[in-house]
């Protein structure tokens, strides 16, 4: 285990009596303190590292977010706020010394708009639960991540996710209008509203991908899009990784964006296979799923061009959905990557980097050298038409040294996106996962740029501590900070 979390505050344990008996005050029914209903917040997505929260408190009402953010405002006590726990970064990982927030209770669809094309949600409702909402009027919410049949709309916001259909109608970001927000000191605002373009700095932007750091998220409106009139998807298998890589490229070079554009290797290709029987070719070396939608007419010419694109490149099988059911079933697989190569691995970390679509080829080569340099195997699951990569690194948290073996390859991966132009994280967030690397991306200056901005939203560093920033600076000091010749500000400060 290489990721220090921060220490507990043995004084705020002393109070922990307290600190129960004020939550109970402002949340009656929902506080949870005994060891078994603990257990069951101990880690999110991110299963290597576990903490038992101080206690868990789920409120129900802004208000009482509010409030209970105050309470430990002004007592100095932390509060890690948690959606669905899904986060695979730790961004929900609770600390011992710290409330949990659980949002699970904020979870009612507020108002659907059909002729605006929006809703307003509230944070816990699930991103499948918006779009069953409104189907039946043929209209969807378009971020689709494959957790999303659990995952929380306000983790969304919070990771800024995206899914399978991002590539054409963007990430979390560009779909959502507004949040109501409540900060660390109980003051409750709104940023964003119903309408594209709000005046004023753009502060919609910054709490959407804020990792739970900025403020609490009690209400989003999100853009609702019509159902497409047709939708398609082809199944193209190669005999290589870079053939298919390359097709990736090349469609897009043509000017073409696809719906989605996913790919998967033959590890993950056979594990989703024998999971959920979608039908894919186990005799190739990698599969790329494309789905096209539009006019019906639109979608054909889209097929024929990308036909002929993936035919130029060699691909070994070609198919295109003839049905509904058959283009749901080329996606089963794909969305149930994740689950299906836990069947065929003790333990995997799922690893999420972006980089220049066109360093695909190069970078999965080099991904096989870390491999063999590692002793791991590695399935790959990627967002191809995004650069964006989930590799998954098989091991077994039993064998003494797997772990800190699956990490380093982690991180020589991601060092590898930063190398060829690309960045830290996709679309799971920094956490703490990814909270060490940031330098490799990041200089002191940009970093401590990031945490003025942190500090303006919550000065006391009490929300989430221990995720995104490689070190804990005071604000006090943060403000004061000036880099000579790169040496580290402040090198007496207690760093993680
Ligand atoms: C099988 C699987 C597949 C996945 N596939 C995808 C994918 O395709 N695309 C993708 O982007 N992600 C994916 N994820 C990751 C994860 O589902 C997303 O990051 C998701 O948005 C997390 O939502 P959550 O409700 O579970 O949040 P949590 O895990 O509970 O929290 C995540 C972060 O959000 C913060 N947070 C939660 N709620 C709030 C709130 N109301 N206000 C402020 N901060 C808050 C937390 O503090 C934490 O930092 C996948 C995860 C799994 C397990």
Same mark, same amino acid.
């Given at each position: 285990?290489?990721?220090? #979390?921060?220490?507990i505050?043995?004084?705020? =344990?002393?109070?922990r009596?307290?600190?129960?008996? %004020?939550?109970?005050?402002? $949340?009656?029914?929902?506080?949870?303190?005994?060891?078994?209903?603990?257990?069951?917040?101990?880690?999110?997505?991110?299963? /290597?590292?576990?903490?038992?929260?101080?206690?868990?408190?789920?409120?129900?009402?802004?208000?009482? +977010?509010?409030? +209970?953010? &105050?309470?430990?405002?002004?007592?100095?006590?932390?509060?890690?706020?948690?959606?669905?726990?899904?986060?695979?970064?730790?961004?929900?990982?609770?600390?011992?010394?710290?409330?949990?927030?659980?949002m /699970?209770?904020?979870?009612?669809?507020?108002?659907?708009d059909?002729?605006?094309?929006?809703?307003? =949600?509230?944070?816990?409702?699930t991103?499948?639960? $918006?779009?069953?909402?409104?189907?039946? *009027?043929?209209?969807?919410?378009?971020?689709?991540?494959?957790?999303?049949?659990?995952?929380?709309?306000?983790?969304?916001?919070?990771?800024?996710?995206?899914?399978?259909?991002?590539?054409?109608?963007?990430?979390?970001?560009?779909? +959502?209008?507004?949040?109501?927000? $409540?900060?660390?000191n109980?003051?409750?605002?709104r940023?964003?509203?119903?309408?594209?373009?709000?005046?004023?700095?753009?502060?919609?932007?910054?709490? =959407?991908?804020s990792?739970?750091?900025?403020?609490?998220?009690?209400?989003?409106?999100?853009?609702?899009?019509r &159902?497409?009139?047709?939708?398609?998807?082809?199944?193209?298998?190669? &005999?290589?990784?870079?053939?298919?890589?390359?097709?990736?490229?090349?469609?897009?070079?043509?000017?073409?964006i696809?719906?989605?554009?996913?790919?998967?290797?033959?590890p993950?290709?056979? %594990?989703?296979?024998?999971?959920?029987?979608?039908?894919?070719?186990?005799? $190739?070396?990698?599969?790329?799923?494309?789905?096209?939608?539009?006019?019906?007419?639109?979608?054909?010419? #889209?097929?024929?061009?990308?036909? /002929?694109?993936?035919?130029?490149?060699?691909?070994?099988?070609?198919?295109?959905?003839?049905?509904?059911?058959? *283009?749901? *079933?080329?996606?089963?697989?794909?969305?149930?990557?994740?689950?299906? +190569?836990? *069947?065929?691995?003790?333990?995997?970390?799922?690893?999420?980097?972006?980089?220049?679509?066109?360093r695909?080829?190069?970078?999965?080569?080099?991904?096989?050298?870390?491999?063999?340099?590692?002793?791991?195997? =590695?399935a790959?699951?990627?967002?191809?038409?995004?650069?964006?990569?989930?590799?998954?690194?098989?091991?077994?948290?039993?064998?003494?040294?797997?772990?800190?073996?699956?990490?380093?390859?982690?991180?020589?991966?991601?060092?590898?996106?930063?190398?060829?132009?690309?960045?830290?994280?996709?679309?799971?967030?920094?956490g703490?996962?990814?909270?060490?690397?940031?330098?490799?991306?990041?200089?002191?200056?940009?970093l401590?740029?990031?945490?003025?901005?942190?500090?303006?939203?919550?000065?006391?560093?009490? #929300?989430?501590?221990? &995720?995104?920033?490689?070190?804990?600076?005071?604000?006090?000091?943060?403000?004061?900070?000036?880099?000579?010749?790169?040496?580290?500000?402040?090198?007496?400060?207690?760093?993680l």
């Amino acid at each position: 285990m290489s990721i220090t #979390l921060p220490a507990i505050d043995p004084a705020i =344990v002393a109070r922990r009596d307290c600190v129960i008996e %004020a939550l109970r005050g402002i $949340v009656a029914d929902g506080v949870l303190t005994d060891p078994v209903s603990l257990k069951a917040y101990e880690c999110d997505g991110f299963s /290597a590292y576990r903490q038992l929260p101080l206690v868990v408190v789920l409120p129900e009402t802004t208000e009482q +977010v509010a409030a +209970v953010l &105050k309470y430990c405002s002004a007592e100095g006590v932390k509060v890690v706020p948690r959606g669905a726990g899904t986060s695979l970064s730790g961004g929900a990982l609770p600390l011992g010394d710290a409330v949990l927030l659980g949002m /699970a209770r904020f979870n009612r669809i507020l108002s659907v708009d059909y002729e605006a094309g929006i809703a307003v =949600v509230q944070p816990g409702v699930t991103n499948l639960a $918006v779009t069953r909402a409104v189907e039946g *009027r043929d209209f969807y919410y378009a971020p689709d991540p494959s957790s999303q049949i659990a995952c929380s709309i306000g983790g969304n916001v919070a990771e800024n996710s995206g899914g399978v259909h991002c590539l054409k109608y963007g990430l979390t970001t560009n779909n +959502v209008l507004g949040v109501e927000c $409540v900060l660390m000191n109980g003051d409750v605002l709104r940023f964003g509203g119903e309408t594209l373009e709000p005046p004023g700095l753009d502060l919609l932007g910054v709490v =959407v991908g804020s990792e739970g750091l900025l403020g609490v998220v009690t209400e989003v409106t999100v853009r609702l899009l019509r &159902k497409p009139p047709a939708t398609k998807a082809m199944l193209i298998g190669f &005999k290589s990784v870079e053939d298919a890589g390359q097709c990736v490229a090349d469609v897009i070079a043509a000017g073409i964006i696809p719906a989605g554009m996913e790919m998967m290797d033959a590890p993950a290709i056979r %594990a989703a296979e024998e999971f959920v029987h979608a039908g894919y070719p186990l005799d $190739v070396a990698a599969l790329l799923i494309v789905e096209v939608d539009g006019p019906l007419a639109e979608c054909d010419h #889209l097929i024929e061009e990308i036909t /002929a694109l993936a035919e130029r490149r060699g691909c070994a099988t070609l198919r295109v959905s003839r049905s509904e059911e058959e *283009r749901l *079933r080329f996606w089963a697989g794909r969305k149930a990557a994740f689950p299906a +190569v836990g *069947r065929i691995a003790a333990d995997y970390i799922c690893m999420d980097g972006t980089i220049p679509r066109r360093r695909l080829p190069e970078v999965l080569r080099r991904m096989a050298e870390l491999s063999l340099k590692h002793r791991l195997d =590695v399935a790959n699951v990627f967002h191809a038409g995004d650069g964006n990569l989930h590799p998954l690194i098989l091991y077994d948290a039993a064998e003494s040294d797997q772990l800190a073996r699956a990490e380093e390859f982690g991180n020589d991966i991601l060092r590898v996106c930063v190398e060829v132009g690309g960045v830290l994280t996709g679309e799971h967030g920094v956490g703490i996962e990814k909270r060490d690397l940031m330098p490799v991306m990041f200089s002191e200056l940009d970093l401590a740029q990031q945490e003025r901005l942190k500090c303006a939203f919550d000065p006391g560093h009490l #929300l989430n501590p221990g &995720k995104v920033f490689p070190q804990l600076h005071r604000c006090a000091e943060l403000g004061r900070v000036h880099v000579h010749r790169g040496a580290l500000p402040h090198p007496d400060l207690p760093r993680l």
